[in-house]
């Protein structure tokens, strides 16, 4: 089992480009989660799918960020325009169901994205 | 209020008991989390404890829970610098789907 796999593992990129973090859940697992990480606001869950399906999008800070589930074993972050404010490390997650202690979250070691 | 608190920092030396404490908010949540986060990683489950039990005893690690408080705390014996991490406190809220909210974390430090 490989785990939870984010690319890029960190990203560098100027204000005003377009920024697609990508993730890969642990095979069988139906749930996914995208958070971010700061230290002003600690961790923060953004969107989470069931089944491929956004189920809760109220954490997303606004419209310049977009998530897709295409199928189960991928999905997509992307913020377009980025901002210096969005520099965080974002993780993203996987489960069975939403986090009961048989089915724990998974998380893969984020992406550490700065935006100059 | 709706967040689930914790202190911030913690320094202990080595060897020593770490106590990391919580205040959740939902009374109803079921269970109760500790998540752990080395440098550089995701979060990773370290334990939990069912809302009708009071404590919990693994090795090193003791959970206690005061439900009247929402109070919720892990003790680690002998801590050691492989200990060092940030600590988050987690617990289940219902309405719509059962969501995990997370505490802030709790940066542990260990020193010789």
């Known amino acids: 089992d490989a785990g939870v796999i984010q690319s890029p593992r960190h990203e560098v990129t100027e204000m005003g480009q377009e920024v697609t973090l990508r993730c890969k859940p642990i095979s069988g697992h139906n749930s996914l989660f995208w958070y971010r990480q700061t230290m002003m606001r600690g961790l923060e869950l953004l969107i989470y799918?069931?089944?491929?399906?956004?189920?809760?999008d109220s954490g997303m800070p606004e419209d310049r960020f977009s998530a897709k589930m295409p199928n189960a074993s991928f999905s997509t972050l992307k913020i377009q325009p980025s901002e210096p404010r969005d520099s965080a490390v974002y993780f993203c997650a996987s489960s069975l169901g939403t986090g009961g202690y048989n089915s724990p979250l998974h998380f893969g070691n984020g992406t550490r994205l700065t935006v100059t | 209020g709706e967040d689930v608190e914790q202190s911030l920092f913690l320094s202990v030396r080595e060897g020593d008991s770490s106590v990391i404490n919580c205040t959740y908010t939902d009374s109803s949540s079921t269970y109760l989390y500790w998540y752990k986060q080395e440098p550089g990683a995701g979060l990773q489950l370290l334990t939990y404890i069912f809302s009708n039990m009071d404590m919990k005893q693994d090795q090193r690690l003791t959970v206690l829970l005061n439900k009247k408080d929402k109070h919720l705390s892990l003790r680690i014996a002998d801590t050691q610098t492989g200990d060092s991490a940030i600590y988050f406190c987690a617990e289940i809220r219902t309405g719509g789907y059962n969501k995990l909210i997370f505490g802030a974390g709790t940066r542990l430090a260990v020193h010789p």
């Open positions: 799918f069931n089944n491929n399906v956004p189920i809760d």
